[in-house]
């Protein structure tokens, strides 16, 4: 006969097994979700590697396809600038006012195809690996006087003031510096171009930390929507404005920038409103 105390013992024992049976439905219940959420991840991820495979594929032949198309360009492209720097002389005989202006419309031409056919090359290259960059120390304030010494016509033209404020400490990189000379040239050919005549203001600072230096850019310029923002160092892209409609551009200046700080393992990105200028800021390796 059991006892009131039997009852009791027995009465725990049921609950504490009718617990276990439920933990072990509920532990079975989670293992096969844990093993068919593995299956789902790893077929994803077998997916993901696949599709990456593929991309790497496809843009590896956009670089050879691009650099074969721009090397096919370049040959009739010098025969064209040529024959129409020869008629231009006048050492096949004199040309009249009318042809002459034609002839140097075909130059002018000539020359933007070639400076696009160059960018889209160097482009292609760098994406590739195919240029090496020959890392040296580099004087960040002896760049931009050498950058702002050559774009000099352009700022006399448009009256535009410029301000570069480097510190000491912020001065030396490692670089290569013919590719960084081109990084300046883009940037602040960009801002000569935004910026308005006669009131114009590009500013050029840069701050450093344990291993970095950013370098910043900003001008006073008609600047770009967010949605600009976002693409402006996409291939081929080109903010919808005024100016834009107005100049022609290849739209792979900012996507050459891009790559090559890339290409030094460095970051690069705009900060800009429409009609409150745009700020560019990189950041590259500090010199030790």
């Known amino acids: 006969r059991l006892t009131e105390g039997d009852e009791e013992l027995v009465s725990i024992l049921a609950t504490q097994i009718g617990q276990t049976l439920d933990n072990a439905e509920l532990f079975e219940s989670a293992f096969m979700q844990h093993q068919l959420l593995e299956k789902k991840v790893t077929a994803r991820t077998k997916e993901l590697t696949d599709a990456l495979s593929q991309l790497r594929e496809l843009n590896k032949r956009k670089g050879d396809f691009v650099s074969a198309v721009s090397h096919e360009l370049r040959t009739p492209l010098t025969s064209v600038k040529g024959y129409a720097s020869i008629l231009l002389s006048g050492k096949l005989g004199e040309v009249p006012e009318a042809v002459k202006e034609r002839l140097e419309k075909i130059n002018k031409h000539s020359d933007e195809l ?33 950058v702002t010494d050559l774009l000099s016509p352009q700022l006399k033209e448009k009256s535009i003031t410029i301000q570069a404020n480097i510190p000491e400490t912020s001065n030396m990189v490692m670089a290569d510096k013919a590719q960084i000379l081109r990084v300046f040239i883009n940037l602040l050919g960009n801002a000569i171009k935004f910026v308005p005549a006669q009131s114009g203001e590009i500013k050029i600072s840069a ?21 600009d923002s976002k693409r402006i160092f996409d291939e081929f892209y080109r903010a919808d404005n005024p100016i834009n409609q107005k100049v ?16 030094h393992m460095g970051k690069i990105w705009v900060d800009s409103e429409l009609n409150k200028g745009a700020a560019f800021h990189f950041t590259l390796t500090k010199a030790r």
């Open 114 to 146: 070639t400076h696009m056919v160059n960018d889209m090359l160097d482009v292609a290259r760098i994406e590739s690996g195919k240029i090496d960059m020959v890392l040296t120390p580099v004087n960040i304030t002896d760049a931009i006087s050498e």
């Open 248 to 263: 022609r551009g290849t739209g792979l200046g900012l996507t050459l920038v891009k790559n090559i700080v890339s290409a």
């Open 207 to 227: 701050s450093d930390s344990q291993d970095t230096v950013q370098i910043n850019i900003s001008d006073n310029g008609i600047g770009m929507t967010r949605a």
